[in-house]
């Protein structure tokens, strides 16, 4: 329903006969204040030190003939469980003993399982003050088991006499000092049942292949109440305690793996614990202690390390941190985590979870804590945790790692169905719910491990608000993303009145944030509850998350929260300046459509957010905002809102210079309609716009669509609207809206108007509904059809513009013809025009083709991995036309612009929707003779056979490769084991030509799924580079198909939506440099692959789909080592080859031998070559290898080369240039290729770079070989410098 205010404003539209006159002339942007900056802040850390006790050193004297040779498997932990005095006399040494531990409930006595004969002596220690201890020294076993050691052989003791209330067992191990042993804590708290009856220890003296004894510690016991002051620390498995047991009974904590107060157990995973070493973080050393703020204040803590050993084969279920209370309890709790700082032994305090509740005194409480998550480890500095309660909380920033498993499903169904792993405070994060309503957490198919960071938003205004910072999640998914992480909040304390909220996001820089809603009018009905959303925060970098380190907090729904200087009511427009910076200028008009209706323009950043690699891409999307420009100058936005439906137009500084009036357009009321296409005239600004049906009869393929025209004059009143003929008998054949849709242009000067407009036909005699692009022209005066002609089969996008005596347009088609098409149209329906730019076809699979015919082998692009055949059926067209696609230029010329991939005919790289990564590209061809190409760029020939296996010849002259995005070296058939989601790739791009005859380029830069960034650069008229592309430091949006315009002297002008209201963006550009910005780097590398590779295996196996569903057997036999679907063996996260891209035919001559030289666009890299890192504070260079660069994350490089500073080393970017990316070919020395035979010698076995640069054997061969793997490349595409195989500039 529309609001009162927009209502009266139709009304009062419709009454009057004309607008205000608009302002005249390019507005003053130089005037325009500035948008509004943002602050981000967390609480001052406390600085602390760590302190444990002195170890105490005392003498251990050995007793004369007290030894004893203890077999270790006489007494068992199942005997002793039945009966206490049922002791096997000899595995005892007076007070002392050991015994077998269960193993998954059983006990395994056996050679085959244990470990056997410690010899045992009995003696004294003496401490030096004339105290000694009665003590037992226990060697190593002299057996160790056949298979492997069910169940740890441990430690028991007995009292003889009056007991005391509670016994603490010591450990003594040798030390340096010849003779001398340092005294620690194994175990605390022991309590005897009887005199005399031995009591079983938590102590192991053998634990799963790690040996605690390997240096014969020193046992002795002594009261409670006569404690040493002497350090506690002990190994902590880590996996003893499961989720599983402590779920079914808190109080079944096996003491093993606690020190004193905290402990650690198993997490599950789904829904089942796996606490096999196979599957586990494991042994670590934790050590009790005390920290101290420098104010009087200590802290009983515990200094957790870094784990032995990572799990053999993966991660199952993560290992989280336990603690308990003794004595009184508080309402709740806080752990606290002391992160080391550089500066000696001071420690950083933060909050890591609170609010937790702790039922019984003595009893452990399982927490969210994670200690080891997917690869990163959050103990990789040893932390240190503590506890307080929350009525003694501290004032220190908060951070978490959410693990992000949380399903929809669970928490729709119950509100409080979270752990405390799940949430931060008042935020959380959840899995949405997957296409076909159903929910998953498999991590194959996730996101995962958010690192959050509370904090508080501050504007300029101060104005404050609680608010999160989602920092990029540290494991994606392994397979296809099925799920979207989504965010959940809860309100405490009062609610506002109507209850609703709006989640609102800050993506980075704050200086000039972009501030966007991430959901709106979120309706909460119980305080402290917490509720679901739509706004995402992954996929990381996406769009809809705003990318890492985006910002979020909560408001109510009535609170207007926007980074402009003040955000504009209805009706009025707000400028302001986002930045303005060495040659680049970013300006934007805000204008005021919020009323009681929240308005749903279209956002790009939300609606149609497809990645290149999914296949709805390639099928284009309709135009969604159509800038007008009508009388006297008036400027406009035809658009329509992507909720309702509603068609409105926006008028901009006409009468008032702060005016913003919107109108709604008439015969849309219900809703039923798309906009397709709006245009205006300069005489009296009348408006004309088409509309189809949005939703054909899908049961009558025979069916017509309905499809107006309607004209308005610039007030909204209608002037004529007409019904076209959609049938067959004489009409214009319209059965169904297609997604690529359609353009106008109005030709005032020839009195025509020209629909470019794509859709499916009616059912033909072939039993068909073909889909063709047409070209329908309309008189302008009744809008009847003056003639309809096809001009290409399929067509995935389009393009039309007015030119002299008719029109121009471009359309991007897949079959007939296959490629982009540039016509000129006359008013009388004349076409006249040719494919300027073609591209590769996948080829069929299989010798049979659907309509039955057979086809021989397709030998020029078949391979080992894939066999094609002559015939194929390709709808993919591997491009994407920017918009405008064509631009006339003053010498007679046209420069068409697209994003392809490259090369652009090699048919052997297809079989996905995204093969290589799509760069920009151009051709410039004659305006009279769209044949006669300018441009002196590549050319090259290809072909396809088409469906029926007839041969078709394609030829590309010209083309100018721009941009240089590459895959790091994906092979033909490779797709399947390349990691796309790294790949950058350029797309949604955007036009001008500026008053000296450069062109101007914008585009955003996606991964295979999501977007990263925009870019421009600039070109001149002969496509040379002026401006390099640059990275423009603002998350500015563009809609997939909509031509940027130029109304004021050379200023780009794009419209979009900031997720509050339409916004249109102006972009200026001076003196051809390259933006800078504090924030964001100055220049963007020159578009290597996201990583590259070492060259080396990372290692890193692929998990298994699913985890066994039950846990192996308790029977004596060793413990399945892998789950039940065994990974591949192949790493998960093997290295892309290194960048290159293969010229169209090898060069000739003689191979390169020797060492590669390098050129100025050549470079070479060793693994072992070092770059300037930091200077630590002792003044001491620290460096790095650029083999360990080359394994980082992509924010990690590109981090790293963005630096400058250099020390005895120079950058990173200036040593490790491959890695880098900072020239257009480059190899890696130990980059590996797939080997080539060689005559007499087999196989080449030293297959890398630096040995081909080396061999003078049969090198031509092997940089001309086309062989490959399914993990590694031909040499001419991995070691380019050495082949000499780098592309010719």
Known sequence: MLSKALVTLIVAAASSTSLPAAFAGTPDFGSWPAVKSFTFSTPDPITTTFDTPDPLTILFAPHNGETKLLSGKGNTECKLDDNPYNVNAGDILDDIGIFKGAYQGSCYPYDNYAYSDFLTEKGSLDDGSGKTYEAYKINHPNNVPVQFDAGATKLMFKVEGVLAASYIVYKAQPTTSGGTYAVQVAQKDIVPVAPGQFVMTSIELTNSGFDDVSDPPIFFVVPSDEALTAPESKTLNGSVNSQCALENDPTAVNLQDTVDKIGLYKTKYDGSCFKQKDYSYYNFLTEKGELDDGAGHKYEAYKIGYPQGPPPDWQVGRTHLMFKVKGSLSSSYTVYKAQPRNEGDAYTVTIVEKGITVPTADQFVMTGISLTDSGYNAISDAPIFFILPDDQALTVPIYKTLPGTLDECTIENDHTAYGPGD???????????????????????????????????????????????VKYPDHIPTQRQSSNSRLMFKIEGALVPGSLYNVMKIQPPMSHPTVTVGDHDISVETEGQFVTTSALVAPPGSPQAGGPDAIFFVVPAIDLVSAWPAFPTTGLRVEATIFSKDGLSLYAEVLGL???????????????????????????????????VGASGDEGIVWQDQTTFFIYVTWIGVGDDESAITIQLPENNSGDFYLLGAVSETTNGDIVYMLMDRTADSDDPYSALTVKAVKVNKNGVLITASTLDTSTSGGVNIHAYSSSAGTLAWNESQNSIAWFIARTYIRGSDGLNHQALSVILLDPGDLSVVSDKQVTSHSWNNYIIDSGDGFLSADLGDNYPRGI??????????????????????????AQNPAGNTFPVYEDISNNEQTFYQWSNDNDVYTEMAQPALLELDDSSLIIVFAGEFPSLDSSQTGANLNNPRNIGIVKVDA???????????????????????????????????TQFTSGGAGRRELSSVDKTQWDNATRVKTAKLSNGNIVIVYEVWSSATYKRTEYMVIDSLGGVVTPSTFIPYALRLAPQDPAVMIYDDTVTIVGYDGLSLVRYHIQLGGGHPATDTNAPSVNPSHPPSVIPSGEPSGSPEEPSKVPSVMPSGSPEEPSKVPSVIPSGEPSGSPEEPSSQLPSVIPSGDSPSGSPEESSDQCYESVKDRYYLKTDTDGEEITKTCGSLAKKNENKVKRTCAKTKSGTTGAAKDVCKVTCGVCPCGEIDKSRFYPRPVKGEGKVKNNICRWLASTKKDIESICTSDRRSDKLGPAKVVCPVTCGTCPNE
């Open 821 to 846: 098409h540039v016509n000129k149209i006359t008013p009388q329906a004349s076409i006249s025009g040719d494919v300027v730019y073609t591209f590769k076809t996948q080829h069929g699979t299989t």
């Open 423 to 469: 949430v931060v405070e008042s935020f959380g994060i959840f899995i949405g719910k997957k296409s076909d309503g159903s929910c998953t957490t498999n991590e194959n198919n996730r996101y995962g491990n958010f690192l959050i960071e509370k904090g508080e938003v501050e504007d300029e205004l101060g104005n404050r608000y609680e608010a999160y910072k």
């Open 928 to 962: 009279n003779d769209f044949t006669n190409v300018l441009s002196k760029g590549v050319d090259a020939t290809g072909g396809f056979y088409k469906f029926g296996g007839v041969w078709t010849p394609q030829e590309n002259k010209g083309v100018i490769q721009l």
């Open 594 to 628: 919020q009323t009681e209706v929240f308005h749903s323009p279209f956002n790009p950043s939300i609606n149609q957010a497809v990645g290149l690699d999914d296949h709805v891409h390639k099928y284009g999307y309709r135009k969604v905002y159509f800038p007008i």
